[in-house]
């Protein structure tokens, strides 16, 4: 499910030595927690760290950017937001009501800087219930190539490494994501595959999700069921001839929910994923928010297909981490 490149070797060690330690418990042939690392010298993952990914479908790295850089790209997003109109656009993003599969304002935003309200944030005059920098849900899907601020973030030598280390042979990154999770009415998200929505043939979606808050069950965490993604891809999205989006099930066996494990984050972590690996986050009801920032790559070696939703313009190539 992983691009693997002729000749892709080892990368050297080179991690600080508080990276060697447990990368995960299992209990009766199952993992019992999500592996954690510090994050390794350069991004270069240790062979431990690969193993553990591969065996998880999931990895956290703690520290893997620091907090000032988390709190620029929170700042350039809040002014990004500032000048954005919510009597203009009411676009909606919910993965319980899907109003976006027929919606042109999400639908052809894969090349543009968006934004997305919770299904919440209206009361039942259709007014903002909260400001609207505390009412949306997510901003996307081209910020790594429309804004410089967003475009530092996301292409560093350490995240390069990174891809290099996972087997990407031409990396690219196709969406950018900042997620607002905002106190009180911050929307649940159902367990999904990446893959689902970012398909290549072969599979190749990896997620790079940043902690730029601290990230906890009480604000909606991450969640995952660890080794799941060795599993079936369950579903395919995808657009119709008439533009719109729909999604085909493709198996209709249930995941173990119960195994599901919190990736519980501070700011500055980097939580990588495999595309089929399941995960979901809970409604946010706490008081505070949980921003985050997610990239998604896949490799320019495996066939992007022409209905997947996210398409890009001719004019705005894909680019990967340097």
């Known amino acids: 499910m ?95 009501t899907q109003n976006q599969l027929d919606d042109r304002y999400f639908i052809d935003s894969g090349d543009k800087i968006r934004f997305f309200l919770e299904d919440d944030a209206f009361d039942e005059r259709g007014e903002l219930r909260q400001p609207k920098h505390l009412s949306l849900n ?75 808050e601290d990230a906890t069950l009480e604000n909606g965490c991450m969640q995952f069921i660890p080794g799941a993604h060795k599993g079936p891809l369950k579903a395919r999205n995808y657009r119709r001839p008439d533009g719109t989006l729909t999604t085909d099930i493709l198996d209709a066996g249930e995941w173990p929910e119960e195994q599901r494990l919190p990736a519980e984050a501070k700011a500055g972590t980097l939580v990588v994923f495999n595309g089929r690996a399941p995960h979901m986050s809970a409604a946010n009801r706490s008081s505070v928010s949980r921003h985050a920032y997610t990239l998604h790559a896949i490799d320019r070696t495996s066939h992007y297909p022409a209905e997947n939703w996210l398409q890009r313009s001719p004019d705005l190539p894909l680019r990967g981490f340097e």
Request: proline content about 7%; charged content about 25%; glycine content about 8%.
């Open 138 to 212: 997510k901003m996307g899907h081209a910020m790594h190539d429309l804004d410089p601020v967003f475009d530092r973030f996301s292409r560093t030598p350490e995240l390069a490494a990174l891809a290099r280390r996972l087997g990407f042979c031409k990396p690219a990154i196709i969406q950018s994501m900042y997620i607002f999770k905002p106190p009180r009415i911050g929307g649940e998200v159902v367990s999904h595959q990446d893959s689902t929505y970012i398909y290549t043939e072969p599979e190749s979606c990896v997620g790079f999700w940043f902690a730029l």
């Open 2 to 96: 992983l691009p693997s490149c002729q000749g892709h070797g080892p990368v050297g060690r080179g991690a600080a030595p508080d990276n060697e330690e447990k990368d995960m418990t299992h209990v009766a042939g199952r993992i019992a927690e999500l592996p954690q690392f510090a994050a390794p010298a350069g991004g270069r993952l240790t062979d431990e760290m690969r193993a553990a990914f591969d065996a998880a479908g999931v990895i956290i790295l703690r520290d893997f950017c620091s907090v000032r850089k988390c709190a620029e790209l929170k700042a350039r997003a809040e002014e990004l937001v500032e000048a954005f109109d919510p009597t203009e656009v009411r676009s909606v993003f919910s993965t319980t």
